[in-house]
C-alpha cells in the first residue's frame, strides 16, 4: 500500500514561530503536494514538487516556503507563523506526469497558531 | 483558472437509498481529467472514481459512479445503496497542467440509519 506520513496530526504553535511540516512517501513517487483545507475552501494548493530540489508555486504560497532534498521527503515551512496559517495542512503525492495518476494523501497536520 | 464548483454544502440520505452530488466546472481545454475523493471524519482521503474527458462512457466503480456531461461541464456523482461507511466529506477535483489538481469546496454526506 500507498503510504504518506506526516509528522504530527496536531500543532500548537505561536505567532513569529518557525513551524516546519514534514511529509514522506514510501512508493518512489516524482510529485508531491502541499495543500492546507479550510472549510468552504476545499483544498488549496501551496507549493508542488516534481523532483528533487525542483519547486513550483500553486495558488497560495505567500508566507510559506518549501525543502525537497530527497525525493521521498517534501517539507512545508512556515518562516514566521501567523494566526491567519491556522488551518489543516495535508500533503500528498503521485507518480508520473499522466492524467490519470491519483493523488494519495496523508493524514493531515491540523495547525494552531495563538 | 480553472474552478470546480459543489453547489450542495451538505446531502442526507438514507441507508439503502441513492444520492447524487453535483460539481460544475469551468475550462476551456478539450482533454482533462476529473476526480472524486471522499474524506472520512478520520481525515485520510482516498480517491472514489476518476474520469478521462476524452472518454464518452461514464466511469463506474461499484457502487460509485459518475454522470458526466462534457458539453455541460458537470460531473455528478451518484452513490448507490448508501452504507453508513459512506459518510464523509466528498470533494470533486479537476486535474490541470502539471498533474496539479483543482478542488470544490467539498459536500459532507450524512448517513441516516
Known amino acids: 500500500d500507498v503510504k504518506v506520513t506526516q509528522s504530527s496530526r496536531y500543532l500548537v504553535k505561536r505567532t513569529g514561530e518557525k513551524v516546519f511540516l514534514e511529509c514522506v512517501q514510501d512508493?518512489?513517487?516524482?510529485?508531491m503536494f502541499w495543500y492546507r483545507q479550510d472549510p468552504g475552501l476545499g483544498l488549496r494548493l501551496i507549493y508542488f514538487?516534481?523532483?528533487?530540489?525542483?519547486?513550483e508555486k500553486g495558488d497560495i504560497p505567500e508566507g510559506y516556503s518549501v525543502s525537497r532534498e530527497k525525493k521521498e521527503r517534501f517539507s512545508l515551512i512556515l518562516e514566521s507563523a501567523s494566526t491567519n496559517q491556522t488551518s489543516m495542512y495535508l500533503c500528498?503525492?503521485?507518480?508520473?506526469?499522466?492524467?490519470?495518476?491519483?493523488?494519495?494523501f496523508g493524514p493531515g497536520t491540523r495547525l494552531t497558531v495563538l | 483558472a480553472q474552478t470546480v464548483t459543489q453547489s450542495q454544502p451538505e446531502m442526507s440520505v438514507q441507508e439503502a437509498e441513492t444520492v447524487t452530488l453535483s460539481c460544475t466546472y469551468d475550462?476551456?481545454?478539450?482533454?482533462?481529467?476529473l476526480f472524486w475523493y471522499k474524506q472520512p471524519p478520520s481525515r485520510q482521503m482516498i480517491l472514489v472514481i476518476r474520469q478521462e474527458a476524452y472518454k464518452q462512457q461514464n466511469a463506474t466503480e461499484n457502487r460509485f459512479s459518475v454522470n458526466f456531461q462534457k458539453a455541460a461541464k458537470s460531473f455528478s456523482l451518484k452513490i448507490s445503496d448508501s452504507q453508513l461507511g459512506d459518510a464523509a466529506m466528498y470533494f470533486c477535483a479537476y486535474r490541470e497542467y502539471g498533474n496539479k489538481l483543482v478542488f470544490g469546496a467539498g459536500t459532507i454526506l450524512r448517513v441516516k440509519s
Open positions: 475550462t476551456s481545454e478539450s482533454d482533462y481529467y
Open positions: 500528498a503525492s503521485s507518480p508520473g506526469t499522466s492524467g490519470t495518476n491519483e493523488q494519495f
Open positions: 514538487s516534481y523532483d528533487v530540489k525542483m519547486k
Open positions: 512508493m518512489d513517487h516524482e510529485n
